[in-house]
């Protein structure tokens, strides 16, 4: 299994800001995947970043918007850049093992 | 482009009660997940399911997979108010992509 640390676990922004989300693994994963989930939605799948490598983005997601490190097999994060109202979600960190597909505890953001 | 169906999105049902939730998705997989979602909680992993035929159970709930269907069921028996949830099922591409796709999952609530 794998435990998946994020934070912050929530955080209420001003619009216009920018807010760094963290997720620490505590064993050394290839990939790593950031997803939102907006109020009463489903996941969606932001990108997946790969260390040493650009992430990949899925569509409607992009980069300026979103910009994530992969600074090494454990660590990652994922920035809310600019944000809106619209931006106001929960955002995973995710990391698969033959196993299971396991979650951090999430990142509450309001933007206000 | 992989899609995944689940269904219903809201099942209201009484304690003691059986009943099952459908996921369908368009094509091939090589695993599918059942997560539970708690508000305001991430995700917690439920089943993995591997293959054709595969079955798996945990208390009251019970899933299975037909990859050749496409569909995964998750049954719940004698239903409880602690049940009350949202469920997801998750797919994952056939063919070396690590990428999960989400069901809009099922809002269970068991009434007394």
């Known amino acids: 299994s794998a435990v998946i640390s994020q934070k912050p676990s929530r955080d209420i922004c001003q619009r216009g800001t920018s807010l760094t989300i963290q997720c620490q693994v505590d064993?050394?994963?290839?990939?790593m995947f950031w997803y939102r989930q907006q109020p009463g939605q489903s996941l969606t799948l932001i990108a997946t970043?790969?260390?040493?490598?650009?992430?990949?983005?899925e569509s409607g997601f992009v980069i300026d918007k979103f910009p994530i490190s992969r600074p090494n097999l454990t660590f990652s994060t994922l920035t809310v850049s600019n944000m809106s109202p619209e931006d106001s979600s929960i955002y995973l960190c995710?990391?698969?093992?033959?196993?299971?597909?396991?979650f951090g505890q999430g990142t509450r953001l309001t933007v206000v | 482009e992989l899609k995944v169906e689940q269904n219903p999105l809201f099942l209201s049902m009484q304690e003691g009660k059986n009943y099952t939730i459908y996921c369908n998705y368009s094509?091939?997989?090589?695993?599918l997940y059942w997560y539970r979602q708690d508000p305001g909680k991430s995700l917690e992993s439920l089943f993995v399911?591997?293959?054709?035929?595969a079955v798996k159970q945990e208390g009251r709930l019970m899933a299975s997979l037909d990859t050749k269907a496409r569909l995964s069921t998750l049954h719940i028996t004698a239903a409880v108010h602690d049940l009350s949830a949202t469920y997801f099922c998750?797919?994952?591409?056939?063919?070396?992509?690590?990428?999960?796709?989400f069901g809009k999952g099922t809002k269970l609530t068991v009434n007394p």
């Open positions: 998750a797919v994952g591409l056939q063919g070396g992509s690590e990428k999960l796709v």
């Open positions: 064993s050394q994963v290839t990939m």
């Open positions: 399911l591997l293959s054709n035929g």
């Open positions: 970043a790969n260390q040493g490598s650009e992430a990949t983005y």
């Open positions: 995710s990391v698969e093992t033959r196993a299971a597909a396991f």
């Open positions: 094509t091939t997989s090589d695993r």
